[in-house]
Each structure stands twice: as structure tokens, then as C-alpha cells.
């Protein structure tokens, strides 16, 4: 494969279940504070219900900077029945060359996923995504 994607590769060799029915919705997310400067702790919250089982799959949470390469975090999600789930994802916003944390908006998306999110493999589905934004000032 070109694009080697461990969830997919999973299920190829029958070790993980896929679905085509998983279902889910992203019921909230925040990132406190909204605003804050250089050196300050940021927290996203984000909470989603199954209505359908996810066989393999994961949730992640990106943040875009204005003005450099996002970052996230995630987690893999294996048969994980309908409910309602959260996640959390802190980081403190201290400037370093990888990430200068300088002002202005950053995008933070999350995503629920059948499969790996953003894998153009079969089985693999967004099955819900939000957005939401959070400032660091001058």
C-alpha cells in the first residue's frame, strides 16, 4: 500500500471488525479558556453519541494554528457500543520552534470515525465532525 493506514491494514487481515453501519453525532465541543495568551493551559472538551456500534475506528481532535502545522491527539475505538462518550485533550499554549503559539484564531476540528479518520480505505467513514475556534491575543 501507498498509504499505509494500521486500521485498515487490521481489518484486510481479518484481525479487526469493520462496519458499514456505525452512526454518530459530536453532541458538544469547547476549548476553555476561549481566549488566553502565550503560556496558557487550554482544554477541549468534546462529547458524541453512538446510536450505532463503531467496529474499529477512532476519535481524534486537531488544532489548526493561523499560521503553521496542526497537532492533535486521538484515540482507537474498538466495538464500542451506542452511548454517550467525551473526551478531553489539554495542552499548554508555551511557544517552541515546532509552534510559536503567536496570536491569532486556531480551528479546532473533532472527529468520530468508522475506520481511520481522513483514510480514503474502504470501511473508513467520518461519521461526525465539529468545529470550533479559540484565541491566543497579543
Same mark, same amino acid.
Given at each position: 500500500?501507498?498509504?499505509?493506514?494500521?486500521?485498515?491494514?487490521?481489518?484486510?487481515?481479518?484481525?479487526?471488525?469493520? /462496519?458499514? +453501519?456505525?452512526?454518530?453525532?459530536?453532541?458538544?465541543?469547547?476549548? #476553555? =479558556?476561549?481566549?488566553?495568551?502565550?503560556?496558557?493551559?487550554?482544554?477541549?472538551?468534546?462529547?458524541?453519541?453512538?446510536? +450505532?456500534?463503531?467496529?474499529?475506528?477512532?476519535? *481524534?481532535?486537531?488544532?489548526? =494554528?493561523?499560521?503553521?502545522?496542526?497537532?492533535?491527539?486521538?484515540? #482507537?475505538?474498538?466495538?464500542?457500543?451506542?452511548?454517550?462518550?467525551?473526551?478531553?485533550? /489539554?495542552?499548554?499554549?508555551?511557544? +517552541?520552534?515546532?509552534?510559536?503559539?503567536?496570536?491569532?484564531?486556531?480551528? *479546532? *476540528?473533532?472527529? *468520530?470515525?468508522?475506520?481511520?479518520?481522513? +483514510?480514503?480505505?474502504?470501511?473508513?467513514?467520518?461519521?461526525?465532525?465539529?468545529?470550533?475556534?479559540?484565541?491566543?491575543?497579543?
Amino acid at each position: 500500500e501507498v498509504d499505509p493506514d494500521p486500521i485498515y491494514i487490521c481489518s484486510e487481515a481479518k484481525f479487526c471488525a469493520h /462496519s458499514s +453501519s456505525a452512526a454518530a453525532n459530536i453532541t458538544s465541543l469547547s476549548v #476553555t =479558556p476561549a481566549t488566553g495568551s502565550q503560556g496558557t493551559q487550554f482544554t477541549i472538551d468534546f462529547d458524541y453519541t453512538l446510536t +450505532s456500534e463503531i467496529a474499529t475506528g477512532e476519535f *481524534v481532535v486537531i488544532v489548526a =494554528p493561523p499560521d503553521g502545522p496542526s497537532f492533535g491527539d486521538g484515540q #482507537t475505538a474498538i466495538q464500542q457500543a451506542p452511548g454517550t462518550y467525551g473526551a478531553r485533550l /489539554s495542552f499548554t499554549a508555551k511557544p +517552541s520552534e515546532q509552534e510559536p503559539w503567536g496570536p491569532g484564531t486556531y480551528e *479546532v *476540528v473533532a472527529g *468520530v470515525c468508522e475506520g481511520s479518520c481522513g +483514510s480514503k480505505h474502504k470501511w473508513s467513514q467520518t461519521l461526525a465532525e465539529k468545529k470550533t475556534t479559540f484565541k491566543i491575543g497579543q
